[in-house]
């Protein structure tokens, strides 16, 4: 169902598969996929919501991790919400015991503070 939604590029598909089948690997990755999708076509608080429904379900978050909270913490950032993104990088600073990450070949600080 997944696989056929993404060749087909139907997000209504995806939809259905991200509702229905949460809790499963297809679940996670429409999920994914769906607030990718939100991201890419300007619409920074569906993909935040989506990508922090990944980041609160247990076992899920080191799939994807650290693209995850980065997304995730762009999307909160580009819908207004600096303190939820600053929350989701902190986590992600604490969760992964990383001071910094590996950015387009430069290192870039997880500080608490900018």
Do not use: N
Not at 32 to 42: E, F, G, I, K
Request: net charge neutral; aromatic share 8%.
């Amino acid at each position: 169902m997944l696989e056929d939604g993404l060749k087909a590029h139907d997000l209504e598909a995806i939809a259905v598969v991200a509702r229905r089948y949460f809790h499963t690997e297809a679940g996670h990755d429409a999920t994914y996929r769906l607030a990718a999708d939100h991201a890419d076509h300007d619409r920074p608080l569906l993909a935040a919501v989506g990508f922090e429904r990944l980041l609160s379900a247990p076992g899920v978050p080191q799939r994807f991790e650290p693209f995850l909270s980065v997304r995730c913490a762009a999307s909160w950032l580009r819908a207004g919400f600096p303190e939820k993104a600053k929350a989701v990088l902190t986590e992600l600073r604490r969760r992964s015991g990383k001071t910094s990450l590996l950015v387009a070949g430069r290192e870039v600080s997880l500080a608490e503070e900018p």
